[in-house]
C-alpha cells in the first residue's frame, strides 16, 4: 500500500534526525528530552488529528485555533467567576462543549447553506477571534482553578534524582493517545468513517450513494470543534494560565503538519499514524535547535530548509508510488 | 465548473477595470496637504485637547493598566484621552492606527512605538500637521517632540545582571532571552547586561547567544526545557520580555531545579507571582504603565500649553519626579521608575 | 456556484453601504479629503499582496510566501539604498541607486517566486507546504541580513514613492492601481490568463488540452514574487525602513480580501474588480472603526462576520427560491 510507505518514510526521516541529533549532542536521547517532546506535541497532536478528519472529508479548517483559544478563554473565565474550587472534570468537559457549539457555527454555514469550507472558516475564524477579545476579555488568566493546576503537575513515571531535578512524563499526553484511538477507529471501522473517506473522495459520488452529506458535514465540524476545545484546555493546563491571545497563528503550521503526514488536501485520504509522525517531526526539529547548537540567527533558515526537504522527499517518493495518471494533483490545493 | 463560454464572457467585462480604478484614483486625493489646526479662541489654558495614546498591542495587560493611567489623567483634568492599539503584534498595524489619527485632527498622540523606524514618516507627517508627539520607549526615535523613557536602558540591563550575579554567587553559566531579535530595547538590555557581566562579573559564562522566543510564554517554556537538558550545569536565566520569566520559571518549577537556577526578568506581578512563590523565579523587574501613560498625557499637554519640559521636573508621579535630560539630546528625558520585586513586596503590586 | 456575474454588483452595494454607514457614524470625519487621502496611502499595499495571492488561487494554489518575500526584497534594496550612496552622490546619480535598488528588489521578488515555483512543478510539492516552507526560509534569511534590527534612513528621492502625490493623487495608490490594471489584463487578455483558469478550473484536463501546464505555474509565482516585491518597496518607501517580521498581519488579510472579492479558493476564478472592491470594503470598515475609537479587536471580527454574509446572501437567497414550487429543476 502507498499509505504504509509514505509512513515508512517519515518514520525513516525521523529516526535520521534524531541520529543526526544525538550524534551532535547525546542529551537528546535521554529520558527527560523524550517525555518533552511527547509533551510538547500534544496541543498541536489533537489539533492535527481535528485537521486530519476535515481534509480526508475534502475540506479545509482554519478557524480551529480561533476556536481553540476561544474555547479556552471561556471556560476558564466560566469557571474562575463561578467559583469553581476543584474545575479538572468541569473544565475539561466546559472547553470541550463550547468548542462543539462554535464547530456547529461552522457546520451551519458549511453544511446546511452549502458554502465552501475555507471561505466560511476564514470568516468565522475572524469572527471568532474578534468576538473573543472584544467581549469575552483580554486580560490573561493566571489564577486557574485548583484541579486543573493539579493536572498540569500530574506526571506519569515521575522519577527525582540525587539533585533534585524532577523528569516525568505529563498526562496530558492520555489525552492525545485517547484522541488518536477514537480518531483512528473512527475513520477506520466505523461506518461515519467510511463516509467520511466516501465524501472527500467524490462529494456527488457519496450523495449518489446514499450518504447524507450535510448531515455527515454538520458532524464533521462540530467533532473538530469538540477536539479544538479539548486541545484550548489542554494548553491551558499546560502553561497554568489562560492566554486569549495564544494559539492563533499556529494554523499554517499545523495543517502543514497534517499534509506532511501523507494527508490528501484534495481529501478521501490520510491516516493518523501519518500525521502523528508528521507532527512529531515539526515538534523535534523546533524543539532540538538549542541541543543542535544552531545560532539563533539562523534558526528560521534552519527550520524553513529541513521543512522543504521533508516535503520534497515525501513529494517524491509519492509521485514515484503513484501511477502517471495520478501524478497530475500533486499542484493543487483548496487550502490556503 | 468553469466553462469557456463563462471565461470569454469574463475577459469582455474586464473593460469595467479601467473606469473603476480611475474612480479609485479620483476618490483618494492626497487633497489637502496641510490641515490648518482649529483656531483656538480661548486662552490656552481653558482648552480642552483631544490626545491619543497608541500602543504596541491592544488588550494585553501590559497596556490593559497603562490604560489605567491615561483614563486617571483624563478623570483629572478633563481632557479627551482615550487609548488605541493594533490588534496584531505588527508595526504595519500601528501606522494605518496613525493615519487614521492624523485624518482624524487629534491635538497630541502619544505613542509607544512597535519599531520607532517604522513609524519615522508616519509621525513627521503628523507633527507637520501640527499634531505634537510624545514617545515612550523610544529613545532613538527623530520624529518627535519629546521622548519620556522609564529608565536608560542600558542601566536596566546591568542592574539585573548584577541582580542575577548576585543570586549565582558570581560563577557559573547562564543564558539571555530577548522577545524578538527585531526588537530594540530588548537587544538594548540585553547588550548592557553581557557588557556589564564582561566588566564586573567575570567568572560568570553565557552559554549561547541570545535566545529568541517570539513573545509567547510557551516557547520560552519549551526553549528553557531545552536549555536545561542541553546544559545541565546552567545557573541562571535572564529575560526580557514579559512573557519569559513566566515561561522559564515554570520549566524550572517542573523540573525541581528552583535551587539551581535563578531566574531573573522583566514581568508583571499578576504573571510571575506563583513561580515567585515556588523560588523558580528569584526576581522581577518592571516599571508601572499605569504611570508612563499617566505621564505621557501629561507632557503632551504641557507641550500644547506651550510649556517648556526641563531638567530635574517634578510629573507628581512616583519615578518621575526629577526628570533627568540626556546630555546629547535635548527633548530626550529620563525617569527613575524602574521596581523589583521578590516575594518580599509582591503583595504591593496587585497587577 | 457560489460566484455568479452578479457577484461584483454584490459587493459594489457592500462597499457604498458601508461608506455610508461610516460617514453616517463619523459625522464629518469619514467623508473628507484628508481621510480619504489617508486610506489612499493605507491600502496599496495590503492590495498588492491581495493581487499577488489571487494569482496563486486562480490556479488552484496559494503563495503564502509573499510577505516574507517582500521584506527580503525591501531588505536588500534598504541596504542598497543607505549604504551604497556616497554622501557626495548627485541627484541624478541618486535616481540611479534608487532605480538599481528597485530592480534589485524586483529580481529578489522575481527569484523567490521562481523557488515556489520550481518546488510546485519540479518536485510535486504541494503549493501550501512548498510556500509556507519557503515563508519561513526568507524570513530566516532576511533575519541572518539584517541580524534583527530596522535598515532605515532611505534618500529623500526614494520615500516620495511612499509619501509623495502625483496631480494630487498619492504615489502608493497609482503603484497599485497599475499593478491592477496590469494583472486585470494579463488575466483577461493574454492566453496565460487564459491558462491559469483552465489550470485551476482542472489540471487533468487542461494538460490534456495540450497547455504547458508547469511553465504557467511557474510564470504564476515568479509574478506573484515580482508583485509582492513591489509591495516590499512600497513598505519602505512609506515607513523609510526596513525590517525582517514586518507587515505578519497582512497575509491572511491579504488572503480574505481575496476570497471576500469572490477568487475561489478552489480554483478556476476570481477577478481583479472584485478584489479591489473588498479592499475597500475592509479599508471602509478599518477606518471607520479607529475614527470611532471602537476596540481595535471588533474589526477582526467585523471582517469576518462580512465574509460570511457576502458568501451566505446568495446561499440564502438560493435556498429560498428553492422551497418556492417551481420548475427550475437545478439542484
Redo the contacts between chains.
Keep these: 500500500m502507498k499509505h504504509c510507505r509514505h509512513e515508512l518514510v517519515l518514520a525513516g526521516a525521523w529516526l535520521a534526525l534524531a541520529a543526526g541529533i544525538s550524534l551532535v549532542?547525546p542529551?537528546f536521547l535521554?529520558l527527560?528530552?523524550l517525555f518533552?517532546l511527547l509533551k510538547?506535541g500534544v496541543v498541536t497532536g489533537i489539533l492535527a488529528l481535528a485537521v486530519l478528519i476535515v481534509l480526508v472529508s475534502g475540506g479545509i479548517d482554519i478557524s480551529f485555533t480561533a476556536i481553540a483559544a476561544f474555547a479556552m478563554y471561556a471556560s476558564c473565565r466560566v469557571l474562575v467567576a463561578a467559583g469553581s474550587t476543584d474545575g479538572a472534570v468541569a473544565g475539561m468537559l466546559l472547553a470541550t462543549a463550547i468548542g462543539a457549539g462554535l464547530g456547529m457555527v461552522n457546520a451551519l454555514f458549511i453544511g446546511a447553506l452549502r458554502l465552501p469550507t475555507l471561505i466560511v472558516t476564514l470568516g468565522t475564524a475572524g469572527l471568532f477571534r474578534?468576538c473573543l477579545?472584544a467581549f469575552v476579555g483580554?486580560?490573561?488568566i493566571?489564577n486557574l482553578p485548583a484541579g486543573l493546576i493539579r493536572l498540569s503537575r500530574w506526571q506519569l513515571f515521575r522519577q527525582?534524582s540525587a539533585?533534585?531535578?524532577?523528569?516525568g512524563l505529563s498526562a496530558a499526553v492520555l489525552a492525545l493517545a485517547a484522541v488518536a484511538v477514537g480518531v483512528a477507529v473512527l475513520l477506520q471501522r466505523t461506518v461515519t468513517g467510511r463516509s467520511i473517506h466516501a465524501l472527500g473522495g467524490s462529494a456527488g459520488a457519496a450523495e449518489r450513494i446514499g450518504i447524507r452529506t450535510v448531515r455527515l458535514q454538520c458532524f464533521i465540524y462540530t467533532v473538530v470543534g469538540a477536539l479544538a476545545g479539548l486541545a484550548g484546555i489542554l494548553?491551558a493546563i499546560?502553561?497554568?494560565?489562560a492566554?486569549?491571545?495564544?494559539l492563533v497563528g499556529a494554523e499554517l503550521t499545523v495543517i502543514a503538519a497534517v499534509v506532511l503526514g501523507g494527508a490528501d488536501v484534495f481529501g478521501g485520504r490520510g491516516t493518523v499514524t501519518g500525521t502523528l509522525l508528521g507532527v512529531f517531526l515539526l515538534v523535534t526539529l523546533?524543539?532540538?535547535?538549542?541541543?543542535l547548537?544552531v545560532?539563533?540567527?539562523w534558526?528560521r533558515v534552519w527550520i524553513g530548509a529541513i521543512i522543504l526537504i521533508s516535503v520534497a522527499v515525501s513529494a517524491r517518493n509519492r509521485r514515484a508510488a503513484a501511477s502517471p495518471r495520478e501524478e497530475a494533483p500533486a499542484i493543487g490545493t483548496p487550502s490556503q | 465548473?468553469?466553462g469557456p463560454a463563462r471565461?470569454v464572457?469574463?475577459?469582455k467585462?474586464?473593460t469595467?477595470?479601467?473606469p473603476?480604478?480611475a474612480l479609485?484614483?479620483g476618490?483618494?486625493?492626497?487633497?489637502?496637504?496641510k490641515?490648518p489646526a482649529p483656531p483656538s479662541e480661548t486662552t490656552p489654558a481653558q482648552r480642552r485637547f483631544t490626545i491619543a495614546t497608541v500602543v504596541k498591542l491592544?488588550?494585553?495587560?501590559w497596556f490593559?493598566r497603562m490604560q489605567e493611567g491615561v483614563r486617571r489623567f483624563a478623570g483629572e483634568t478633563g481632557h479627551d484621552c482615550?487609548q488605541?492599539?493594533?490588534?496584531?503584534a505588527?508595526?504595519?498595524?500601528q501606522?494605518?492606527?496613525i493615519?487614521?489619527?492624523?485624518?482624524?485632527?487629534v491635538d497630541a498622540i502619544c505613542v509607544v512605538p512597535f519599531?520607532?523606524?517604522?513609524?519615522?514618516?508616519?509621525l513627521k507627517?503628523a507633527r507637520r500637521q501640527g499634531i505634537v508627539v510624545v514617545a515612550h520607549e523610544a529613545s532613538n526615535l527623530v520624529s518627535t517632540d519629546l521622548i519620556i523613557e522609564p529608565f536608560d536602558n542600558a542601566a536596566y540591563g546591568a542592574h539585573l545582571m548584577d541582580h542575577l550575579a548576585r543570586y549565582m554567587g558570581e560563577t557559573g553559566e547562564f543564558a539571555v532571552f530577548v522577545g524578538?531579535?527585531?526588537?530594540?530595547s530588548h537587544?538594548q538590555w540585553i547588550d548592557a547586561a553581557l557588557a556589564r557581566q564582561q566588566a564586573a562579573h567575570p567568572q560568570m559564562k553565557p552559554v549561547?547567544?541570545?535566545?529568541?522566543e517570539y513573545d509567547?510564554?510557551?516557547t520560552a517554556?519549551?526553549?528553557t526545557?531545552?536549555?536545561l537538558?542541553?546544559f545541565?550545569a546552567l545557573k541562571g536565566i535572564q529575560g526580557s520580555a514579559s512573557t519569559t520569566a513566566?515561561g522559564a520559571g515554570?520549566a524550572v518549577e517542573?523540573?525541581?531545579?528552583q535551587?539551581?537556577v535563578n531566574v531573573v526578568g522583566s514581568g508583571l506581578v499578576?504573571?510571575c507571582?506563583?513561580y515567585l512563590e515556588s523560588g523558580s523565579v528569584k526576581l522581577i523587574s518592571f516599571w508601572d504603565p499605569a504611570d508612563a501613560g499617566y505621564v505621557m498625557n501629561r507632557l503632551a499637554v504641557r507641550l500644547l500649553e506651550s510649556r517648556p519640559v526641563t531638567e530635574g521636573d517634578d510629573l507628581g508621579v512616583e519615578g518621575y519626579r526629577r526628570l533627568r535630560r540626556d546630555p546629547g539630546r535635548t527633548n530626550l528625558f529620563y525617569g527613575s521608575a524602574w521596581v523589583d520585586v521578590t516575594t518580599n513586596n509582591m503583595a504591593q503590586y496587585p497587577f | 456556484m457560489p460566484w455568479r456575474?452578479s457577484a461584483?454588483l454584490r459587493l459594489l452595494v457592500l462597499c457604498i453601504l458601508l461608506a455610508t454607514a461610516m460617514t453616517l457614524l463619523n459625522p464629518g470625519?469619514f467623508l473628507?479629503?484628508?481621510?480619504?487621502?489617508?486610506?489612499?496611502?493605507?491600502f496599496p499595499?495590503l492590495g498588492l499582496f491581495a493581487l499577488a495571492v489571487s494569482l496563486s488561487l486562480i490556479t488552484g494554489g496559494i503563495d503564502l510566501s509573499v510577505v516574507s518575500t517582500a521584506n527580503l526584497a525591501g531588505i536588500l534594496a534598504a541596504l542598497v539604498l543607505t549604504r551604497m550612496i556616497p554622501d557626495t552622490a548627485g541627484s541624478g546619480q541618486v535616481l540611479g541607486w534608487v532605480l538599481a535598488a528597485g530592480g534589485l528588489a524586483l529580481i529578489i521578488g522575481a527569484g523567490g517566486g521562481l523557488v515556489n515555483g520550481l518546488l510546485i512543478t519540479r518536485l510535486g510539492v504541494t503549493p501550501i507546504l512548498a510556500t509556507l516552507g519557503t515563508m519561513q526560509l526568507y524570513l530566516g534569511l532576511a533575519?541572518v541580513i539584517t541580524?534583527?534590527?530596522?535598515v532605515?534612513g532611505c534618500p529623500e528621492l526614494f520615500?516620495k514613492l511612499?509619501?509623495g502625490?502625483l496631480l494630487?493623487?498619492?504615489v502608493p495608490?497609482?503603484v497599485f492601481?497599475i499593478a491592477?490594471?496590469g494583472v486585470?489584463?494579463v488575466?483577461?487578455?493574454t492566453v496565460f490568463?487564459?491558462e491559469l483558469?483552465l489550470i485551476?478550473?482542472?489540471e487533468k484536463a487542461a494538460r490534456f488540452a495540450g497547455v504547458p501546464v508547469d511553465r504557467a505555474i511557474v510564470r504564476t509565482y515568479v509574478l506573484s514574487g515580482l508583485i509582492a516585491s513591489l509591495a516590499g518597496l512600497l513598505?519602505v518607501a512609506?515607513?523609510?525602513?526596513a525590517?525582517?517580521?514586518?507587515?505578519?498581519?497582512?497575509l491572511l488579510q491579504a488572503v480574505l480580501v481575496a476570497v471576500l472579492g469572490g477568487v475561489d479558493p478552489r480554483g478556476?476564478?476570481g477577478?481583479?474588480?472584485g478584489v479591489?472592491l473588498a479592499l475597500?470594503s475592509l479599508q471602509f470598515v478599518?477606518?471607520g472603526f479607529?475614527?470611532l475609537?471602537w476596540?481595535?479587536?471588533t474589526?477582526?471580527a467585523a471582517w469576518g462576520g462580512l465574509l460570511l454574509l457576502v458568501i451566505t446572501a446568495p446561499a440564502l437567497l438560493r435556498l429560498s427560491s428553492r422551497r418556492r414550487p417551481s420548475t427550475d429543476s437545478r439542484g
Design positions: 549532542n542529551a535521554s527527560a528530552n518533552d510538547a474578534g477579545l483580554t486580560g490573561i493566571n527525582t539533585g533534585g531535578e524532577t523528569i494548553h499546560t502553561m497554568r494560565n492566554n486569549p491571545f495564544d523546533n524543539n532540538s535547535l538549542i541541543l547548537g545560532p539563533t540567527y534558526q | 465548473m468553469l471565461l464572457t469574463m475577459m467585462s474586464k469595467l477595470h479601467a473603476l480604478l479609485l484614483c476618490l483618494f486625493p492626497a487633497g489637502c496637504r490641515a491592544d488588550g494585553i495587560a490593559n482615550f488605541l492599539g493594533p490588534p496584531r505588527d508595526a504595519a498595524l501606522v494605518q492606527l493615519e487614521d489619527l492624523i485624518s482624524q485632527g519599531s520607532v523606524e517604522a513609524l519615522e514618516p508616519v507627517k524578538s531579535l527585531t526588537s530594540k537587544n549561547r547567544d541570545r535566545i529568541e509567547d510564554q510557551n517554556y519549551q526553549k526545557l531545552e536549555l537538558k542541553a545541565p513566566a515554570l517542573e523540573r525541581g531545579l535551587h539551581q499578576s504573571q507571582r506563583q | 456575474p461584483t470625519r473628507t479629503a484628508r481621510n480619504l487621502a489617508s486610506m489612499g496611502f493605507q499595499e533575519l541580524r534583527g534590527p530596522a532605515s520615500l511612499g509619501a502625490t494630487g493623487i498619492p495608490l497609482l492601481a491592477a490594471l486585470a489584463a488575466l483577461g487578455n490568463g487564459l483558469h485551476g478550473t482542472s513598505m512609506r515607513t523609510n525602513s525590517k525582517a517580521d514586518y507587515g505578519a498581519s497582512y478556476g476564478s477577478t481583479v474588480r479591489v475597500l478599518s477606518s479607529s475614527l475609537r476596540n481595535q479587536f474589526k477582526e
